[in-house]
Nanobody, 124 residues
Framework: VQLQASGGGLVQTGGSLRLSCAAS????????VGWFRQSPGKEREFVAA?????FYTDSVKGRFTISRDNALNTVYLQMNNLKPEDTAVYSC?????????????????????WGQGTLVTVSS
C-alpha cells in the first residue's frame, strides 16, 4: 500500500485546511487510517483515526473532522479553527483489514504503512 498525503500549507490562526490521504488499492471501512503529526523537537503525536469509528486526540476535538471516501480510496482531515500549536508535519498511516481500538489507533506501531508528510504552518 502506498499513501500520498497532501493539502498542507500556510494559514492564519482561525483558518482552515483539508488534508487528503490517498491510498493505492482498494480502501474499505475495515481498514484503519490514522493521522499523526510531528513538530520540531517533539515526538510524533496521534491526531485522529477512522475505521468503523472515529477517534480524536483531545486537543483537536470539535475542530478537526476525519472522514473517508472509499470509492476514491481517500481519507480526509478537515481542520478548522487552526491554532499555532497545530503547526507540524502531518502524516497518514494505514492498517489494512484491522479495526483498531481507540487505544491501539493512537499508537504509531499499530500501523504498517506510512505516507510522506505534509507541512501545516499556522501563523499567529
Amino acid at each position: 500500500v502506498q499513501l500520498q498525503a497532501s493539502g498542507g500549507g500556510l494559514v492564519q490562526t482561525g483558518g482552515s485546511l483539508r488534508l487528503s490521504c490517498a491510498a493505492s488499492g482498494r480502501a474499505k471501512s475495515t481498514d484503519t487510517v490514522g493521522w499523526f503529526r510531528q513538530s520540531p523537537g517533539k515526538e510524533r503525536e496521534f491526531v485522529a483515526a477512522i475505521n468503523w469509528n472515529t477517534f480524536y486526540t483531545d486537543s483537536v476535538k470539535g475542530r478537526f473532522t476525519i472522514s473517508r471516501d472509499n470509492a476514491l480510496n481517500t481519507v480526509y482531515l478537515q481542520m478548522n479553527n487552526l491554532k499555532p500549536e497545530d503547526t507540524a508535519v502531518y502524516s497518514c498511516a494505514f492498517r489494512s483489514q484491522t479495526i483498531l481500538t481507540a487505544t491501539a489507533s493512537r499508537l504509531p506501531s499499530s500501523y504498517r504503512y506510512w505516507g510522506q508528510g505534509t507541512l501545516v504552518t499556522v501563523s499567529s
